[in-house]
């Protein structure tokens, strides 16, 4: 394959590994995410991304089939991410901070669901620090996941609805909708986004999941996907995993 058409395909299945996962398809973003690493060819940039979704992507398959490979495979990125912060300096702290707590509610069943709270709150603090909205809001949401799959209803309503609001303040209002439609009664916002979502409003979330962060910017640069070309319209077809 040609540079040019692998830095194509690289673009194409980062973004649909995150478009998968936003929208808890994750399967789907497991094989994108696998496509990514076959294709290599990637920065340190890109590659901290793939760290990222592979830890995700491991952590939610565990909770959802309890298979042991997942934890295997999750520890790995975490341990690998914790290098690369070493390595790379703080500037990726919070995206560090988010793995540690979504390992830790996921996979140690002994910690109190308070120091589990605490970890998650790192990293949201942190994340809205640096201005990254988009991983403020997924802190929030797996810390809501977290405490109702503890049966704490309170506690998931409370981080449900905070990141249903900083994805709506933010203009995601298929990520609230999907919230909505899956949680009921769980995100309390005095406005609720409308109940249906299309393939456009989906692609629309991807397109700011890039725009709104530098390192999803400088991983599409190569391969000249910036930020006029997703808002035209037509790159964005790369986005559907339908």
């Known amino acids: ?23 808890g398809e994750y399967e789907k973003a497991q094989h994108c995410h696998d496509n990514v690493k076959m294709l290599g060819n990637m920065d340190i940039v890109c590659t901290i991304t793939v760290v990222v979704f592979g830890q995700l992507i491991a952590s939610a398959l565990y909770r959802r089939t309890k298979r042991r490979k997942y934890k295997k495979e999750a520890l790995k990125y975490l341990t690998k991410m914790r290098k690369l912060v070493k390595e790379k300096g703080p500037t990726k702290v919070n995206k560090f901070l988010l793995m540690e707590a979504d390992f830790l509610s996921t996979f140690d069943e002994s910690v109190d669901s308070m120091s589990v709270k605490r970890s998650f709150e790192r990293a949201i603090s942190t994340s809205k620090r640096s201005g990254l909205m988009q991983d403020a809001a997924l802190a929030s949401e797996l810390c809501g996941s977290y405490f109702l799959s503890r049966g704490d209803s309170d506690w998931a309503a409370y981080y449900y609805t905070a ?17 909505v439609q899956n949680l009921g009664k769980h995100v309390q916002l005095k406005e609720k986004a409308r109940m249906k979502t299309s393939r456009k409003d989906r692609r629309w979330l991807i397109e700011k999941v890039a725009e709104a962060s530098s390192d999803f910017t400088a991983e599409f640069a ?21």
């Open 1 to 23: 394959m040609k540079p040019a058409d692998t830095r194509l395909q690289l673009g194409k299945n980062l973004f649909r590994t995150h478009g998968a996962f936003y929208f």
């Open 163 to 179: 990141a249903a609001s900083i994805y709506r303040d933010w203009g995601a209002t298929a990520k609230v909708a999907h919230l």
């Open 222 to 242: 190569p391969i000249e996907l910036g930020s006029s070309s997703l808002r035209s319209g037509g790159v964005l077809e790369l986005a559907s995993w339908h």
